[in-house]
């Protein structure tokens, strides 16, 4: 692991013992490298012990408050409850306005498929006939010599 000398600042390459710019021994800075970590994990440690204290100190201000907001959201829901019904009425209504609508529709749909059918089937029919004349035709003529 490659640092920096703690005295002069200068690279510090791993496995020299001494700082070839201003001679301060490597053990020194092995020695401030760890203080350095031990330092940190000391700093860290205390301060997830202090968030832990924090949250168990604000958790029942916490709770306090949601159980004071608790009986506003009740009303809320309270004054809010007529529109909804209104609003379930009114989709009620116009889903039986256009009940009849659409089976009118559906109806008038039927009665063109059916029309058009019968217009259509006749002339399906002479189609098919006169194509079999033709592929009679054309058998007999393919079987005369």
Same mark, same amino acid.
């Given at each position: ?42 700093? /860290? ?48 209504? /116009? ?5 009849? +609508? ?21 002339? +399906? ?12 035709? /054309? ?7």
């Amino acid at each position: 692991m490659e640092m920096n000398c703690a005295k002069c600042g200068s690279e510090f390459p791993s496995g020299q013992r001494y700082c070839s710019v201003c001679g301060a021994p490597r053990g020194e800075m092995d020695r401030l490298v760890s203080q350095a970590r031990t330092a940190a994990g000391k700093a /860290i440690g205390a301060s997830v012990a202090a968030l832990d204290r924090a949250s168990n100190e604000v958790q029942p201000a916490i709770e306090r408050i949601a159980n004071a907001l608790r009986p506003a959201a009740d009303e809320i829901g309270k004054a809010l409850q007529p529109f909804a019904d209104t609003t379930a009425r009114a989709a009620n209504e /116009i889903a039986n306005a256009i009940q009849p +609508v659409a089976e009118e529709t559906v109806e008038a749909a039927r009665l063109v498929r059916d029309k058009t059918v019968a217009v259509v089937r006749p002339a +399906v029919t002479k189609a098919v006939e006169r194509t079999g004349h033709a592929i009679q035709r /054309i058998r007999e003529k393919v079987r005369r010599p």
